[in-house]
């Protein structure tokens, strides 16, 4: 599937790229929640990160830590976030996979925190149970 990025691998629009290899592409993303906000995406075109082979995750990853890396040493910033989005209801707005790499400064207040809840009676373990016996 044609989407942004796959037009970015083949350098039909331009992208701040900040690092490449034969599998994998790193560029600055063009609304970053801080600068040098970096997305890591495969070259090959697979639609998120679930979907992608576990070899291309791992490339991926390879690559997201040597960004958050540049990023500490670079720009100063005294935490990272890699966040994934899988899918729609992920919010996925752009369906190739791809990681985000975002340098964080301490009060930078750029995220508002995910909402936790509490386990019913006995769900906690009917969780596990399903997710252990499937992994
Ligand atoms: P998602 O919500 O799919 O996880 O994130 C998609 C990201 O792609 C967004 O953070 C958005 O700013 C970025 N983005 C969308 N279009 C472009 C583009 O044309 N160039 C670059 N560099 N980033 C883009």
Redesign the pocket.
């Known amino acids: 599937m044609e989407t ?2 796959s ?2 691998i083949a350098k039909e ?1 331009p ?2 790229i900040v690092y490449e290899d034969d599998q994998i592409l790193a ?7 801080n600068p040098g ?1 970096t ?1 890591v995406i495969p070259k090959e075109p697979v639609i998120d990160g679930v979907e992608a082979s576990e070899e291309t995750m791992a490339a991926v990853m390879r690559v997201a830590q040597k960004v958050a890396r540049a990023q500490k040493k670079t720009l100063g910033c005294t935490g990272v976030n890699y ?3 899988n899918g729609e209801d ?6 190739h996979a ?1 990681m ?1 790499v975002i340098p964080r400064y301490k009060d930078d207040n750029t995220f508002s925190s995910p909402n936790h809840n509490d386990y019913k009676e006995g769900e906690v373990t009917e969780i596990a149970d399903k997710l252990r016996d499937t992994i």
């Open positions: 942004i990025f037009k970015i629009i992208a701040d560029f600055l993303d063009i609304k970053p929640v906000h997305l966040i994934m989005n992920a919010g996925q707005e752009v369906f791809h985000h």
